[in-house]
Nanobody, 124 residues
Framework: QVQLVESGGGSVQAGGSLRLSCKASGLPSRTYTMAWFRQTPQFEREGVAGIDNDGRLVYLESVKGRFTVSLDNDKKNMDLEMNSLKVEDTGVYYC??????????????????WGQGTTVTVSS
């Protein structure tokens, strides 16, 4: 059974940086994808960044150039480095996994394992 545990998050002023981490257990050694989603007051849960264990990447347009997702394949740990944070980045960030496929699409329905969420608050 795949389990995801997030850490990081917190409060920061606009322009600041935060780092989120997601530790996965039970992921298979074959191809898999992990991703970060966020739930904000403005939008339904949206995909922020995704990465698979072959190195394919995808980002939400509004975070390109500011956020960087990385995956340690050996440790099954995914990080999200968030720089130049904006007030609109505020939300609950969720780690998600698709244990059976390479990166397909950054949509909720492609991921069937979810973490508990961690809160990011960016103040002006």
């Amino acid at each position: 059974q795949v389990q995801l545990v997030e850490s990081g998050g917190g409060s920061v002023q606009a322009g600041g940086s935060l780092r989120l981490s997601c530790k996965a257990s039970g992921l298979p050694s074959r191809t898999y994808t992990m991703a970060w989603f966020r739930q904000t007051p403005q939008f339904e849960r949206e995909g922020v960044a995704g990465i698979d264990n072959d190195g394919r990447l995808v980002y939400l347009e509004s975070v390109k150039g500011r956020f960087t997702v990385s995956l340690d394949n050996d440790k099954k740990n995914m990080d999200l480095e968030m720089n130049s944070l904006k007030v609109e980045d505020t939300g609950v960030y969720y780690c998600a996994a698709d244990p059976d496929h390479p990166l397909r699409h950054l949509g909720q329905r492609f991921f069937n394992v979810w973490g508990q969420g961690t809160t990011v608050t960016v103040s002006s």
